[in-house]
């Protein structure tokens, strides 16, 4: 089992940056994809950001091309978001997400389902 934690969520103005925590801990494996997904209200879950371990491979969503960037501290156990830029587009719930299976590919933008492990979710507000 692998748990999931977030942090780093909260309210900021439209142009502004936040850092999103994921700390990981229980099982470990040597090959796998984390990021982050997230959902806001009334909308479906979408892919924002994720990284495979076996090659570095990154994708991110087209919408937050140039302005997010995921990064990972592997003696920490944990990947990071860093958002800048900010826009009240982006309000959402945001979850860390891993999966030992699946690869991130920047082509294609990543389902829920591909995902087995989430977090609980924090929570970004972005106030024009």
């Known amino acids: 089992e692998v748990q999931l934690v977030e942090s780093g969520g909260g309210l900021v103005q439209a142009g502004g940056s936040l850092r999103l925590s994921c700390a990981a801990s229980g099982n470990t494996f040597s090959d796998y994809a984390i990021g982050w997904f997230r959902q806001a209200p009334g909308k479906e879950r979408e892919g924002v950001s994720c990284t495979t371990s076996t090659d570095g491979t990154t994708y991110y969503r087209d919408s937050v091309k140039g302005r997010f960037s995921i990064s990972s501290d592997d003696a920490k156990n944990t990947v990071y978001l860093q958002m800048n830029k900010l826009k009240p587009e982006d309000t959402a719930v945001y979850f860390c997400?891993?999966?030992?299976?699946?690869?991130?590919?920047?082509?294609?933008?990543?389902?829920?389902?591909?995902?087995?492990?989430w977090g609980q979710g924090t929570q970004v507000t972005v106030s024009s």
């Open positions: 997400v891993l999966d030992p299976y699946t690869y991130c590919s920047g082509a294609f933008d990543p389902t829920p389902d591909e995902f087995e492990f």
